[in-house]
């Protein structure tokens, strides 16, 4: 199955999310990449937030298209039974015409910082768009917990958008520098199109705390829960998660696939007592 039609001189960008193709943030991320190049929008068929990069066994990989239009034209669309991580993989081999330029994750519902990055499908799907060689952008926005699942229509992505457009048509422009493989944009809540933003890094702090389920019987049922928490006066002043909550500025996180600590080989050996 293969998209045709496609302007051979223009970028080609592939869209998807982890919230599911009815997300008005994928829309709005769509209205926002609109004219930087031919877009083929490719998101997972139901909500897939925190499966980070998992390639579940139980998925089936099928793939159904999906009506989506911009301005009055119809953009490629298909949803896929699968994790974020798998519907890119779909999307890049099966449905694509011809090798994305860029793939786009977002606009999340909900912002992605500090160590629990590796949790979220948004960050997943630009992972596995990097590990095959495609450059990526990821864009969260700040949102209260009861929005994270609920797909609403009262979240105003106006100052994402605009952010999305702006990083996604200079990663077009110019290849992101070695080991940069993901540009990771998180939104504070209270943003405008002219709010600045500032080149963070990854805080090594969690950002949600884990709330172990309320239950007397272990046996019984219970997922566990989460609520944004952080202490200002251990933050990284340097980190994604200082620039969003406490400066309430635009956070832009350089990811790389290396996970390998940048920690002196000699140290490591040392403590190893070798």
Not at 37 to 54: E, I, Y
Not at 104 to 120: F, H, K, Q
Not at 168 to 177: M, V
């Amino acid at each position: 199955m293969v998209v045709s039609g496609h302007r051979m001189k223009s970028p080609l960008i592939l869209v998807t999310n982890d919230d599911g193709v009815e997300s008005p943030g994928l829309r709005s991320a769509v209205r926002a990449l609109w004219g930087l190049g031919d877009l083929l929008v490719v998101a997972p068929c139901h909500q897939w937030s925190g499966a980070g990069r998992c390639f579940p066994r139980t998925t089936t990989g099928a793939i159904e298209p999906h009506s989506l239009e911009v301005e009055g034209e119809p953009i490629p669309a298909f949803c896929v039974d699968g994790s974020p991580a798998q519907v890119v993989l779909h999307g890049i081999l099966e449905l694509a015409p011809r090798r994305p330029a860029l793939v786009v994750a977002g606009i999340n519902y909900g912002e992605n910082l500090g160590a629990d990055v590796t949790c979220s499908g948004t960050i997943g799907a630009a992972l596995e768009a990097a590990a095959n060689g495609v450059p990526a952008l990821a864009v969260s926005l700040q949102a209260p917990k009861e929005l994270h699942l609920n797909l609403s229509t009262q979240v105003d992505f106006t100052a994402a958008a605009h952010f999305t457009r702006f990083f996604a048509q200079r990663l077009l422009e110019a290849p992101l520098p070695p080991d940069v493989d993901v540009l990771k944009v998180d939104v504070p809540s209270s943003a405008t199109p002219e709010t600045p933003w500032r080149l963070t890094r990854q805080s090594r702090r969690t950002y949600y705390r884990a709330v172990p389920p309320n239950r007397e019987d272990l046996s019984q049922p219970g997922r566990m829960d989460y609520e944004a928490w952080w202490d200002p006066e251990d933050l990284e002043p340097d980190s994604d998660i200082y620039a969003v909550v406490v400066d309430r500025v635009v956070s832009v996180t350089p990811l790389s696939l290396d996970l390998t600590s940048r920690a002196d080989r000699r140290e490591i050996l040392r403590a190893l007592g070798i």
